[in-house]
């Protein structure tokens, strides 16, 4: 059930922001092959969105102090981070969108113009956005995997990112979604905005998310919740 007071990054959020140690936190193997999640670079978005979210579903204030590498908390982060990538499957979504074209892809025949793949855009507005709205209209915040990057190379599965959406405002011409960026600490003011009215055509995804990287769609990861650790 919902918590029946919203989430707010600047109280429900982390007071610190996902910045750890260089070393690795953990070597996740996948179809792909072996992947370092957890240093300076990738960090613990994931762990981060989904342990916030686990604080908020059970009406815990989360711990103010940035837990040291070993620790309870911290091992109970990199394992949500874990969860997050959703081992197979959520690893293969990133890989196939990261490989897919921004915009629709089509051939011309006899006068009709014919769609061969769906691009980021079309997945994220006309498949992933919709589902994302129903989770929000309902009170519950829902956790996304926001693809950054456009390569073949499973190296870069890093650079993607991922957020916690909890509210939304829409128009015809314009989303706003407001999200919790571990990247960004307890800030209210971090949203993804878009226009959903072309989908077919590469859609730019403006975002104030603390990353260098565009956002090129972004898609809603399956999420249960788990007991934080005790104080």
């Given at each position: 059930m919902p918590d029946?007071?919203?989430?707010?990054?600047?109280?429900?959020?982390?007071?610190?922001?996902?910045?750890?140690?260089?070393?690795?936190?953990?070597?996740?193997?996948?179809?792909?092959?072996n992947i370092s999640i957890g240093n300076a670079a990738a960090g613990l978005c994931g762990g981060m969105v989904f342990a916030a979210l686990d604080y908020w579903h059970g009406a815990i204030p989360p711990p103010t102090a940035r837990p040291a590498p070993g620790t309870p908390l911290y091992r109970y982060i990199v394992q949500r981070l874990i969860d997050s990538w959703q081992l197979p499957a959520g690893v293969a979504q990133y890989y196939q969108w990261m490989n897919l074209p921004d915009g629709d892809t089509g051939v011309d025949l006899a006068g009709r113009h014919i769609v061969t793949e769906h691009g980021l855009a079309w997945r994220t507005i006309e498949t992933q956005w919709p589902q994302i709205a129903a989770v929000l209209d309902s009170g519950t915040p829902t956790a996304l995997g926001v693809v950054t990057?456009?390569?073949?190379?499973?190296?870069?599965?890093?650079?993607?990112?991922?957020?916690?959406?909890?509210?939304?405002d829409a128009s015809a011409s314009q989303v706003t979604v407001r999200v919790y960026d571990p990247n960004s600490g307890r800030n209210d003011g971090i949203s993804i905005r878009?226009?959903?009215?072309?989908?077919?055509?590469?859609t730019p995804f403006a975002h104030n998310l603390n990353t260098p990287h565009p956002i090129r769609g972004f898609f809603r990861t399956a999420y249960a919740p788990a007991s934080p650790p005790s104080s």
């Open positions: 029946p007071r919203g989430f707010l990054p600047s109280q429900d959020g982390f007071a610190y922001t996902n910045a750890w140690p260089s070393e690795p936190a953990v070597v996740v193997g996948t179809p792909l092959g990057v456009a390569s073949a190379s499973p190296a870069d599965l890093g650079v993607n990112h991922q957020v916690l959406a909890y509210s939304y878009f226009d959903p009215r072309t989908p077919a055509k590469p």
